[in-house]
């Protein structure tokens, strides 16, 4: 098993920004599965979804080294309960990307041709918020290992509610994704790859969302000092 800690060394902050880096090869990986499918090279997904199960038992162990290097930490201005949410959060986005990769590996997954443009701008939607969450994610690695003051606290600030804007976009391209979905299930009455559609569409939507609430977290801990 790897020892990300001989990696990156025991602090925690640094720890937790290598976590997110691990959560970000997860959803690179998810991208290149979406990207078969969205070619109809359905079985090229089968390998991209065994390693985003590797990557994501990756993050589980860096997330236990997190734990137990946080008992003998000192954090002088943020809570070590936060640091735990914070990982967990994370750990949350990885679980949901080998979710996601896992419907896809279920049975070729072929989207109806009517909405794939859509579903291109909805899941390049999810990525920005994704994307976004992770700057903040740096930004607070960065405050926490020097100081923290009002300029930091207000670019923070701003950096969460675009995060939150992007995630409502998101959310509103979502509903009228399902909405086109429901509207074509009418007329082709393939329940199964329905229903396949429909869990993956809302999967990725899981994802933006557990971002807003990573980035919200990271507002309010900071709000707390």
Known sequence: MIKFSKIFGSNPFKLLMAHMQIVASSMEKLQEGILCMLEGRYKDADPIVKELSQIEFNADSLKLEIRNSIKKAFFPIIRKEDVLELIVLQDMIANKALEAGNILS??????????????????????????????????????????????????VRSMVEMTAHKEYEADILRQRLMKELYALSSHDKNFTLFYQSNKFIETLGQIAHICEGLALKILLTLDKN
């Open 106 to 155: 279920y049975r070729d997954l072929e989207l109806p041709l009517a909405l794939k443009p859509l579903f291109i701008d909805y899941n390049k939607k999810c990525v920005e918020v994704f994307e976004d969450t992770k700057k903040v994610v740096l930004e607070l690695t960065d405050i926490l290992e020097v100081s923290f003051g009002g300029p930091e606290f207000e670019r």
